[in-house]
């Protein structure tokens, strides 16, 4: 079992950047395929960004394709998520999940097996 803990939001103007970390405890972190998910307020939890055990692939959605990146640091047990050209329709409350799914980059909600707490980023226009 892992346990993920996101840190990084807040509010921030169109065009700028945010950094969003999650820390995973345990000493199997690189058995997880991580991902972040966000969701708005009575929609669906939506796929962002997902990164491959090693580390050596990444997928995005399109929607924040050139312009988020996901990194994970394996020494640290952390995955990164860098945001930049922030729009208001970024704001959302966004989620680290990790992944046991043995298919390459899941993107669905129902492949992760476990989920921070969520923090909370606000773009204004």
């Known amino acids: 079992q892992v346990q993920l803990v996101e840190t990084g939001g807040g509010l921030v103007q169109a065009g700028g950047s945010l950094s969003l970390s999650c820390a995973a405890s345990?000493?199997?972190?690189?058995?997880?395929?991580m991902g972040w998910f966000r969701q708005e307020p009575g929609k669906e939890r939506e796929f962002v960004a997902a990164?491959?055990?090693?580390?050596?692939?990444?997928y995005y959605a399109d929607s924040v394709k050139g312009r988020f990146t996901i990194s994970r640091d394996t020494a640290k047990g952390s995955v990164y998520l860098q945001m930049n050209s922030l729009k208001p329709e970024d704001t959302a409350v966004y989620y680290c999940?990790?992944?046991?799914?043995?298919?390459?980059?899941?993107?669905?909600?129902?492949?992760?097996?476990?989920w921070g707490q969520g923090t909370q980023v606000t773009v204004s226009s």
């Open positions: 999940a990790a992944s046991l799914d043995p298919r390459d980059l899941p993107i669905a909600v129902r492949a992760y097996n476990y």
């Open positions: 345990g000493r199997t972190f690189t058995r997880y395929t």
């Open positions: 990164i491959s055990r090693s580390g050596g692939s990444r």
